[in-house]
Every structure is written in structure tokens, then in C-alpha cells.
């Protein structure tokens, strides 16, 4: 019989905590943000090409999987290595369960349109007719369910031409590069400054038996190439960073898409890129559950 002992750290021990449940004898330990949905919530992350300015949450939540009979001896084990008082906030007797199924299962086929599903490789696709994307979670970000994947997926669903070339920056999975090659694109490249996130997309990509190139930003910069879509998934911050860097591959005519943006920043970002280039004018094409996409087209003559 397992059980379920969730502890509560700081930022400054969370990590030595974890380690040492791990060493002895946890079977896992889960960290989540004790502040998560309250207004005191932080995202970690880094900017393009830069370490996250933090590393932890300010409040740790830490669940703890463990045999029932050892649980309090490994808590008290952990709590000595590092001089710890560590607290029990919750005891949980978990049942023995196929944890694949259970994880399986909260992944099902996620609609995008009438004819564009992501579908994990342990469902089979709703209709035959259907343009489907193959994926199972992973290291990467991009499953298909997240506001801002399906806006950026809907918005190549209903503008795609095809043949179009297409640059997909912060690729993640490649979720966004392997719809682009299924619905008809052209040459499709996928950018990211993680190489577990280049690895997963490649991998995806030849799962989908599509063609999709996958690079870092210097594998990029290296270039002069412009793109007749120009995607990038990301968070507003480092999209305003990127301003100048994704403007200067929408070629002419070309369209710049862009998500991972909370409706209040909307209007602060499309101010940002007006500013940086006013050839390519943004407006907010739909939005999702708080989440914005915004979309715009070069005009004829500016040159970025």
C-alpha cells in the first residue's frame, strides 16, 4: 500500500528536501506552488538565452509517494539530512492503480476545427477523413490543450496556404510545425533554445511522417531566410524581446502570428511591435479563457 505525505519549504530548501526524500527511500516527490490560482502566483522561466532569475517557487508544495509502512521513517530521514522540522500536512492512502491508464487517460483527442485534431498515440483518430497530429505528452510544452496552442492551430487551420513557408519560434514539441506541414505547408523550421525541446520536436515530426527542419537561434541567425508565417507561441516578455528578431523574417505579404499573451497585455505588446516595425500591424485575432492571439500581415512595400 502507498500513501501520499504532502510537506510544505521555502524557496531556499525545497531542493535539498527533495533530493533527500528522494535518497531515502520516496518513490517520487512532486513540486507545485503553494500560492498556485491566488494572486500571488510566479511563473518560472528565463528570457531568450538567459537562467530563470529564480529557480523556485517562494512557497513550496511537496507531495510525497511512499510505501505506507516506511513514510514516516523516510520523512524523518529526510527532515535529519537537512535539519529540517518538516511538518505533515496531509496523509493520503493511494490504491493500487495502473498509473499508465490514469495518465493516459486525462489525455484525450483535442478538436481544433471541423477537420484538425491532435490525437496521443493511444487513441484512435475520430474520423478518417480527419487532418491529425500524433502526440503524447512530453519534456516540451505543446499537447494541443493549452488556450494558446489551440488559438495558434486554429488560426493555421483557417489561413494556411498551401505551399506557404512557415518558421515556428519557441517550436516546444513542434506541435505548431507538424499542423503547419499537415495542412500543406511548405518548407516548415522550428526554433528553441532547449535541446531536450529540439529533440521531442524532431522525434514528433518523424512520428507524423512529415518534413520539418528544427534548429537554435543561432542556427537561425546564420540566415537571411523570411517566412510567409511566422509563429511564436511563447509569453509576452520575451515576446517583446523578440520584437525586432521576428519582425525581420515576415517576408512580404507574410503574416506574424503571435500567443502566450494574457488579454490585459494585448494592447501593450501590439504597441511594442507598432513601434519596432509599423509594416506589420497587429490586431487581437480571437481569444480563449483570458488568452489572446494576435495576428498580423506585412503591408506591400515595407521592408521591416
Same mark, same amino acid.
Given at each position: ?14 531542493? #535539498? ?18 500560492? #498556485? ?34 513514510? %514516516? ?94 518558421? %515556428? ?29 529540439? #529533440? #521531442? ?101 515595407? %521592408?521591416?
Amino acid at each position: 500500500m502507498l500513501i501520499e505525505i504532502t510537506l510544505s519549504a521555502d524557496e531556499r530548501v525545497v531542493g #535539498a528536501l527533495s533530493d533527500a526524500l528522494i535518497e531515502s527511500g520516496a518513490l517520487a516527490v512532486s513540486i507545485e506552488d503553494a500560492l #498556485a490560482d491566488t494572486q500571488h502566483e510566479q511563473p518560472l522561466y528565463g528570457e531568450p538565452g538567459f537562467a530563470p532569475q529564480a529557480t523556485a517557487w517562494a512557497q513550496s508544495r511537496l507531495r510525497v509517494l511512499a510505501p505506507q509502512d516506511r513514510a %514516516d521513517a523516510i520523512v524523518e530521514a529526510a527532515a535529519a539530512a537537512t535539519q529540517l522540522v518538516l511538518g505533515i500536512e496531509q496523509r493520503v492512502v493511494v490504491d493500487d492503480i495502473d498509473w499508465v491508464r490514469v495518465t493516459q487517460a486525462q489525455f484525450l483527442p483535442t478538436q481544433i476545427s471541423d477537420r484538425l485534431w491532435i490525437v496521443p498515440t493511444w487513441h484512435q483518430p475520430p474520423t478518417s477523413d480527419a487532418v491529425v497530429v500524433r502526440l503524447d505528452p512530453g519534456v516540451a510544452f505543446g499537447t494541443g490543450t493549452h488556450p494558446t496552442t489551440q488559438l495558434c492551430l486554429a488560426w493555421l487551420d483557417e489561413n494556411l496556404r498551401v505551399g506557404a513557408t512557415v518558421l %515556428d519560434y519557441g517550436c516546444g514539441s513542434g506541435i505548431l510545425a507538424i499542423a503547419a506541414a499537415k495542412l500543406g505547408a511548405g518548407a516548415v523550421m522550428g526554433i528553441d533554445i532547449d535541446p531536450q525541446a529540439l #529533440a #521531442a520536436a524532431r522525434a514528433n515530426t518523424s512520428a507524423n511522417s512529415v518534413a520539418a527542419s528544427y534548429t537554435d537561434s543561432h542556427g537561425l541567425s546564420q540566415s537571411a531566410t523570411t517566412f510567409d508565417i511566422v509563429l511564436a507561441n511563447i509569453l509576452s516578455n520575451p515576446l517583446k524581446l523578440l520584437a525586432p528578431a521576428l519582425l525581420a523574417r515576415v517576408s512580404q505579404r507574410g503574416a506574424l502570428v503571435l500567443s502566450g499573451i494574457l488579454e490585459r497585455q494585448a494592447e501593450d505588446l501590439i504597441a511594442t511591435y507598432r513601434h519596432t516595425d509599423p509594416g506589420v500591424p497587429l490586431h487581437i485575432w480571437r481569444s480563449a479563457d483570458g488568452w489572446v492571439c494576435l495576428a498580423g500581415t506585412r503591408t506591400v512595400g515595407s %521592408d521591416g
